[in-house]
């Protein structure tokens, strides 16, 4: 069955740089979470998108910015890069059901991002 | 805001003995819980899930969990583990009208031969 891919799956990148993660979520599903997990760390949302639209946002820096577009894939733009930004980038998807809240998401293999 | 508690940070346990990981949450709403696994420089996969009804959940793997709403517990457990399971496992909450998830620190389960 198809997962959610995320690219690239490493990237090194010195500090004050910009970087783009991309996530393409299981077909069919219309939601996607973006998750930071720094070393030793659990997962920390970040920001979710519904049909294009922001649907929820968490402990996600200003210096951040993601979307995602009409073919749902979504991507998280990353600027003025610092050495604690450098973690595990994880990307979920899942389905809404008409009327109801998704409550399953998918994981990708992750971005490990490693900022010098 | 919900919080997720898991109690042992490691828990080294020999091949084919039963293993208990341990999972406190807290939340003012109904919420939905899940276990995770992580391999080393792997992605998460869903053990298993417990939305509502029966409180003793079976996932993949040969994992169970059993919801008590009264001490707020998920506990996951595994009558006989195998050296495969090694792995990170993790608590995670979801709100019934909210769909992040709030994870926990993580239990790393070390199986020994």
């Known amino acids: 069955a198809a997962g959610v891919i995320q690219s690239p799956r490493h990237l090194i990148k010195e500090k004050r740089e910009t970087a783009t993660l991309k996530c393409y979520p299981i077909?069919?599903?219309?939601?996607v979470y973006w998750y930071q997990q720094g070393p030793g760390q659990d997962p920390q949302f970040l920001i979710s998108f519904y049909e294009k639209m922001q649907s929820d946002k968490g402990s996600i820096p200003d210096r951040f910015s993601a979307q995602q577009f009409s073919d749902y894939h979504s991507e998280l733009n990353m600027s003025s890069l610092e050495l604690g930004d450098s973690a595990l980038y994880f990307c979920?998807?899942?389905?809404?059901?008409?009327?109801?809240?998704?409550?399953?998401?998918?994981f990708g293999p992750g971005t490990r991002l490693t900022v010098t | 805001a919900q919080s997720v508690t898991q109690l042992d940070s490691q828990v080294p346990v020999f091949e084919e003995a039963p293993v208990e990981l341990r999972c406190n949450y807290s939340?003012?709403?109904?919420?939905?819980l899940f276990w995770y696994v992580q391999y080393p420089n792997q992605g998460l996969q869903l053990l298993l899930k417990y939305l509502s009804g029966s409180t003793l959940v079976k996932g993949i793997n040969g994992f169970e969990a059993e919801f008590n709403k009264s001490q707020t517990s998920f506990h996951l457990r595994k009558p006989s583990v195998h050296i495969s399971d090694t792995a990170e496992y993790f608590c995670a909450v979801s709100e019934r009208h909210g769909n992040k998830l709030v994870f926990g620190a993580g239990t790393i389960l070390r199986v020994k031969s």
């Open positions: 979920a998807s899942s389905l809404r059901s008409v009327g109801r809240l998704s409550y399953e998401q998918y």
């Open positions: 939340s003012s709403v109904s919420v939905y």
């Open positions: 077909p069919r599903h219309d939601t």
